[in-house]
């Protein structure tokens, strides 16, 4: 896969972290256009989304990268917290995850040492029609 465009950024802590991630996805749409590629609104919307959960939802300190490729949108963040399951299998019921994989084309969650935080990476076609 061919990335055409990247943006790289250390969301704030807090309350204006979710902001700053749908702002830093709806740059990389407007730079995507300027260069001839167009993300349809509904996927740039759930880019918006997705992005804004997993940086609301980060173990303090994160690093959100996006890119750009011929067949959507990437979105990494390096710090999340996706819920986990219990070790019986059973884990709590989680909004704000349901909405992030059902959004999502492919979702990969990539656990790293405890200093380094978990990565996710989701996938978001480019094309997705409204609706």
Not at 61 to 72: F, I, M, P, Q, T
Not at 92 to 108: E, G, I, N
């Amino acid at each position: 896969m061919e990335f055409w465009l990247r943006r790289r950024c250390r969301p704030p802590t807090g309350p204006g972290a979710a902001a700053e991630a749908r702002r830093e996805v709806h740059r990389l749409a407007d730079q995507a256009l300027f260069v001839g590629h167009v993300v349809s609104r509904a996927s740039e919307n759930d880019a918006a989304l997705i992005a804004s959960e997993l940086v609301a939802h980060a173990d303090g300190e994160c690093v959100l990268e996006l890119r750009l490729a011929s067949d959507g949108l990437d979105i990494l963040v390096v710090g999340a917290r996706p819920p986990f399951p219990a070790p019986t299998g059973r884990g709590p019921y989680v909004f704000w995850w349901d909405l992030v994989t059902m959004l999502a084309q492919d979702v990969t969650v990539r656990r790293r040492t405890p200093s380094s935080g978990t990565v996710v990476r989701v996938h978001v076609d480019a094309e997705r029609p409204a609706g």
